[in-house]
């Protein structure tokens, strides 16, 4: 059961990540490089294993879903300031 999950996750960040490259191939308004794509795989790959971590090691309710909203959180923060520079930081992206 633990590899379907992992196998779930892999899929899932494939997926994803094939909604831009498709994009790509259809108008210049997506324009991503290959850096673009690891920075989006590793976030996302890495979000979904602490999320999957998170759900098996913590059994109170409560305290999971606050953690997975704040996973959440973080990880379309960091989405964000890499796309657009919402905070200005040295590695936004415009």
Request: glycine residues 8%; aromatic residues 10%; charged residues 10%.
């Amino acid at each position: 059961m633990k590899n379907k999950r992992f196998v779930g996750i892999l899929l899932t960040v494939v997926v994803l990540l094939c909604v831009p490259l498709i994009a790509m191939q259809f108008t210049n308004e997506v324009n991503w490089t290959l850096s673009d794509f690891i920075i989006a795989g590793t976030l996302l790959l890495g979000t979904g294993i602490i999320i999957e971590v998170v759900a098996r090691n913590v059994k109170n309710r409560t305290t999971k879903i606050g953690l997975l909203i704040s996973i959440f959180a973080v990880l379309f923060l960091v989405w964000a300031e890499l796309a657009v520079g919402v905070f200005g930081t040295p590695f936004a992206g415009s």
